[in-house]
């Protein structure tokens, strides 16, 4: 088990660090005070792209620092799982790096669907132009009747009509719908009931300009609309696709959402590594730089244990996730489910906590924009929910251990 930087990854590492340090870093700040004077709210049909971050995408591709997070060395950068962590951990220093590169979600996750699970005319007309950055997707699973974070409660429908495959219900939570640029989603709903749990529910990709999507609202976090991404709601009164669109066959959906999370995983929880890595430099030097009671404050209340802490847990998120990613490229993503579902409780966790104590540590001005804590604390308490919520991993967990001592649960009548 080796986690040294392989010579390509080492070059990408200093090229995307560069490229931030030199032509993101000095606009970011600038960049995202304009976004909030802007004032849209929930109004997403009033949003508009950046033209500077469409213009340092194009940079970013010209000089070949994009769609690094696809293992085609066709389409994308061609890493594995281990080589790209430590470029999302880069990107996660950022807000607007993600999109840069093209590898923010939930394109990337949509992107790797397709590219593993689309027919030739579904690339064709939607991947490529998703790997362009030409257009931009949503995914839309999550629903506003039911606990879903058992996702076999889906109520939403995707039923075969002979050519044509029609979708019923109302999804929310659908990031990014309110791009300006969005143009397709992925839907998943209900199939087939009879079917095993498992193999009832389809993904289909919808064009949101079909007959009968209807975005309903953009959804506040924190009081923030994540302009222009968005969290949306999204009413879908028969809509009817070609079934032309069913992405690889009915009843193949949780098959389509293991294979697509187990990547995606792997990114936010080295992005949450990343945006550790930034709050614990801003709590350093902040605490260097500030004095009471005649002390830098650094110096008082335990705040050197603190950075100490704090250097060990995100060390330990950081090995836990490279592990996991390991596992995944050698192995392959059924057999790193525990290790995936473990990173995803670990790193958001560990970068709330790191973030709580830097805003603690820089008093007031840490819970304003003058500097990006409370957004980075946003992103550690919105990870501990999205692609699952901390209890569903801690059970998977819980049940891969278990299934271990299967003559000892038999024996006590207990279930994996």
Partial sequence: MDFAHSPRAQELIKRVRAFMRERIAPVEAELLRERQAAGHGGDWRGWQVSPQVEALKAQAREVGLWNLFLPDPALGAGLSNVEYAPLAEEMGRSFLAPEIFNCNAPDTGNMEVLWKYGTDEQKARWLEPLLAGKIRSAFCMTEPDVASSDATNMRATAIVDGDE??????????????????????????????????????????????????????????????????????????????????????????????????????????RCIGAAERALELMIERGLTRVAFGKPLIQLGGNRERIADLRIAIDQARLLTLYAAWKIDKIGVHAALSEISAIKVVAPNVLEQVVSEAIQLHGGAGLSNDFPLTALYATARILRLADGPDAVHRGMIARVELGKHARLMAQAGVRA
Avoid at 214 to 226: G, K, S
Wanted: charged share 20%.
């Fill in 165 to 270: 495959i029609v979708l019923d219900g109302r999804k929310w939570w659908s990031t990014g719908i309110g791009h300006p640029n969005c143009q397709v989603a992925i839907f998943m709903g209900l199939s087939d009931r009879g079917a095993h749990r498992h193999q009832q529910h389809s993904m289909v990709l919808v064009p949101l300009d079909a007959p009968g999507v209807r975005i309903l609202r953009m959804l506040p976090v924190f009081n923030e609309y994540d302009e222009p991404y968005g969290h949306g709601e999204v009413q879908f009164d028969q809509v009817r696709v070609p079934k032309a669109n069913l992405i690889k066959g009915v009843g193949k959906g949780f098959e389509i959402a293991q294979g697509r999370l187990g990547p995606g995983r792997i990114h936010h929880c080295m």
